[in-house]
């Protein structure tokens, strides 16, 4: 019996594969790292072919492990990083050997010619893309036509991190409506690419793959990959998502109105709802949703993860990092005195802009090595309260957040959530699983398995509750209301400095 959802979850980090049982157990799983180089400033790139050696090694590590299980695999289901540009040509063959992942900003230039086309507001609200506009794809197409004209004059599909590996598995290359809602020209109201976009663009839709839903049968693995794999022969393969969108529904984030906060190197507040969440002023950035006709909306901040690994390489290296958060977040005290803007790498719209750097206020002799760490603790929850409010603005407050992610370890600091939020915070059983569980769930919904997405809930079994502290709720809005005069007194002091960073003189 076909049973069993194998599940890829492409990260930016590595790749894990993972076998589900319909009553949403992970039976096993296995992970293959590959690496980001960064050849130049804002140049964040990874060889296409060390993504297919991850799928390729952690297929084979997870059947190893599980060699019962492979007679039982029922489909393939992938989460893939967002936002890929994977140049093909005539013969579907990667023209350049690296290629640029999200985070690449190589394609500012192309992105401010574009607008001087077309207008930046209404692209924004068409396609509900908040990122900074140089990460998404046609920017980084444009990049390619202008930096290297002969190779790009073969590129006939601009594909995704996802779409790429699936192309390796069936030789059928397409996409799905979660992830080419990424790409910089997809209309979030009429479900397709827009043309006029396209046009100011300079590109052609036949750039890119056809848009399928995420649960529809792509094709089957290949024989020769199955044979190098460990695969049985004809495993059908579903279009899978984006991987925003599959920890959205690995997060149980099915229905309209669901919440989720995802905290790992950078944090999101999530918000599901029938229509995009869009803001000109604040920037959510919006993907379509892997289940049809909902989208996923958020509010981000970019350095939460990665700000604590700054601040205990800064005071406490090689400190194991839940000690050094522990110790922080179960102490009595709140203010300490000190606020700290974790902008350190850059903020996203409501903290500033790209521009934005961190900022630690209020610096005493007095303050320990451990102070500095809850203040950072505290910097971080306040960045995302401010994520959630702005969110909540624009729809409504939610009666509890679901938290995932390597972030979401530490009870304590899940108890200052709850407190800044004001609202219960809860962690259930799927944790750092959510986006493979998600592309599980469109394994199991496509083949029939499950009735519906919204059984992906049978997975979540409660494991705390943090119940907001009424008492701690002043002390934290008193924080927000520094943090934001620190964040646009910053904002100010930069229009004040020169290029080098020093104060522009006086004219």
Same mark, same amino acid.
């Not at 960064?38 to 790139?45: I, S």
């Not at 059928?172 to 009429?190: E, K, P, R």
């Not at 690995?250 to 919440?259: H, Y």
């Given at each position: 019996?076909?049973?069993?959802?194998?599940?890829?979850?492409?990260?930016?980090?590595?790749?894990?594969?993972?076998?589900?049982?319909?009553?949403?157990?992970?039976?096993?799983?296995?992970?293959?790292?590959?690496?980001?180089?960064?050849?130049?400033?804002?140049?964040?790139?990874?060889?296409?072919?060390?993504?297919?050696?991850?799928?390729?090694?952690?297929?084979?590590?997870?059947?190893? !492990?599980?060699?019962?299980?492979?007679?039982?695999?029922?489909?393939?289901?992938?989460?893939?990083?967002?936002?890929?540009?994977?140049?093909?040509?005539?013969?579907?063959?990667? $023209?350049?050997?690296?290629?640029?992942?999200?985070?690449?900003?190589?394609?500012?230039?192309?992105?401010?010619?574009?607008?001087?086309?077309?207008?930046?507001?209404?692209?924004?609200?068409?396609?509900?893309?908040?990122?900074?506009?140089?990460?998404?794809?046609?920017?980084?197409?444009?990049?390619?036509?202008?930096?290297?004209?002969?190779?790009?004059?073969?590129?006939?599909?601009?594909?995704?991190?996802?779409?790429?590996?699936?192309?390796?598995?069936?030789?059928?290359?397409?996409?799905?409506?979660?992830?080419?809602?990424?790409?910089?020209?997809?209309?979030?109201?009429?479900?397709?690419?827009?043309?006029?976009?396209?046009?100011?663009?300079?590109?052609?839709?036949?750039?890119?793959?056809?848009?399928?839903?995420?649960?529809?049968?792509?094709?089957?693995?290949?024989?020769?990959?199955?044979?190098?794999?460990?695969?049985?022969?004809?495993?059908?393969?579903?279009?899978?998502?984006?991987?925003?969108?599959?920890?959205?529904?690995?997060?149980?984030?099915?229905?309209?109105?669901?919440?989720?906060?995802?905290?790992?190197?950078?944090?999101?507040?999530?918000?599901?709802?029938?229509?995009?969440?869009?803001?000109?002023?604040?920037?959510?950035?919006?993907?379509?949703?892997?289940?049809?006709?909902?989208?996923?909306?958020?509010?981000?901040?970019?350095?939460?993860?990665?700000?604590?690994?700054?601040?205990? !390489?800064?005071?406490?290296?090689?400190?194991?990092?839940?000690?050094?958060?522990?110790?922080?977040?179960?102490?009595?005290?709140?203010?300490?005195?000190?606020?700290?803007?974790?902008?350190?790498?850059?903020?996203?719209?409501?903290?500033?802009?790209?521009?934005?750097?961190?900022?630690?206020?209020?610096?005493?002799?007095?303050?320990?090595?451990?102070?500095?760490?809850?203040?950072?603790?505290?910097?971080?929850?306040?960045?995302?309260?401010?994520?959630?409010?702005?969110?909540?603005?624009?729809?409504?407050?939610?009666?509890?957040?679901?938290?995932?992610?390597?972030?979401?370890?530490?009870?304590?600091?899940?108890? $200052?959530?709850?407190?800044?939020?004001?609202?219960?915070?809860?962690?259930?059983?799927? !944790?750092?699983?959510?986006?493979?569980?998600?592309?599980?769930?469109?394994?199991?919904?496509?083949?029939?398995?499950?009735?519906?997405?919204?059984?992906?809930? $049978?997975? *979540?079994?409660?494991?705390?509750?943090?119940?907001?502290?009424?008492?701690?709720?002043?002390?934290?809005? *008193?924080?927000?209301?520094?943090?934001?005069?620190?964040?646009?007194?910053?904002? !100010?002091?930069?229009?004040?400095?020169?290029?080098?960073?020093?104060?522009?003189?006086?004219?």
């Amino acid at each position: 019996m076909r049973d069993l959802a194998l599940s890829l979850d492409l990260g930016t980090g590595g790749c894990k594969a993972s076998l589900w049982a319909p009553d949403g157990t992970q039976l096993a799983a296995a992970v293959v790292d590959y690496e980001t180089s960064h050849p130049q400033p804002g140049w964040n790139v990874q060889r296409v072919a060390d993504w297919w050696d991850a799928v390729r090694s952690s297929i084979r590590a997870l059947l190893a !492990d599980r060699p019962d299980a492979a007679p039982r695999i029922a489909g393939i289901g992938i989460s893939g990083h967002s936002l890929g540009a994977v140049a093909l040509d005539g013969r579907q063959q990667p $023209i350049f050997a690296d290629t640029p992942i999200w985070s690449d900003t190589r394609a500012t230039a192309q992105a401010d010619g574009f607008f001087d086309r077309f207008d930046e507001t209404t692209w924004y609200q068409r396609t509900g893309n908040g990122f900074a506009p140089a990460l998404y794809p046609i920017f980084k197409a444009a990049w390619y036509a202008e930096h290297e004209p002969e190779d790009w004059k073969r590129a006939r599909v601009l594909a995704g991190s996802k779409d790429y590996v699936n192309l390796r598995l069936t030789g059928q290359l397409c996409t799905d409506h979660s992830y080419a809602s990424g790409s910089g020209a997809y209309d979030l109201l009429t479900g397709d690419l827009d043309d006029e976009i396209l046009d100011a663009a300079r590109l052609d839709r036949s750039l890119f793959p056809p848009i399928h839903a995420s649960t529809d049968l792509i094709g089957e693995v290949l024989p020769d990959i199955a044979q190098d794999v460990g695969l049985p022969p004809g495993i059908p393969v579903f279009a899978g998502g984006v991987d925003n969108s599959c920890m959205a529904l690995g997060s149980r984030c099915a229905v309209d109105g669901t919440t989720y906060m995802s905290l790992g190197s950078s944090s999101w507040m999530n918000f599901i709802g029938k229509t995009p969440v869009l803001s000109v002023q604040t920037r959510p950035y919006v993907f379509a949703h892997v289940v049809p006709e909902l989208f996923v909306s958020a509010l981000s901040t970019f350095s939460s993860g990665t700000t604590m690994t700054w601040i205990r !390489d800064l005071v406490a290296p090689g400190a194991h990092m839940s000690d050094l958060i522990a110790a922080a977040t179960s102490r009595d005290d709140i203010g300490l005195g000190l606020i700290f803007l974790p902008m350190l790498a850059g903020g996203t719209p409501v903290e500033g802009g790209s521009a934005a750097r961190g900022l630690i206020y209020g610096l005493e002799l007095a303050h320990t090595p451990n102070d500095l760490v809850r203040a950072a603790i505290n910097g971080v929850t306040l960045a995302l309260r401010r994520s959630f409010i702005g969110m909540a603005e624009l729809t409504s407050k939610p009666q509890e957040v679901l938290i995932s992610g390597g972030g979401s370890q530490d009870a304590g600091w899940n108890q $200052i959530y709850a407190d800044a939020l004001g609202v219960d915070v809860v962690k259930t059983s799927v !944790d750092q699983q959510a986006a493979a569980l998600g592309a599980a769930a469109i394994v199991f919904v496509g083949t029939g398995l499950w009735r519906d997405f919204s059984e992906v809930g $049978i997975a *979540h079994a409660e494991v705390q509750r943090y119940h907001p502290r009424s008492d701690r709720a002043e002390h934290y809005d *008193h924080m927000a209301e520094w943090f934001d005069g620190l964040v646009e007194a910053a904002t !100010d002091l930069r229009g004040q400095l020169g290029p080098s960073g020093v104060p522009t003189p006086a004219a």
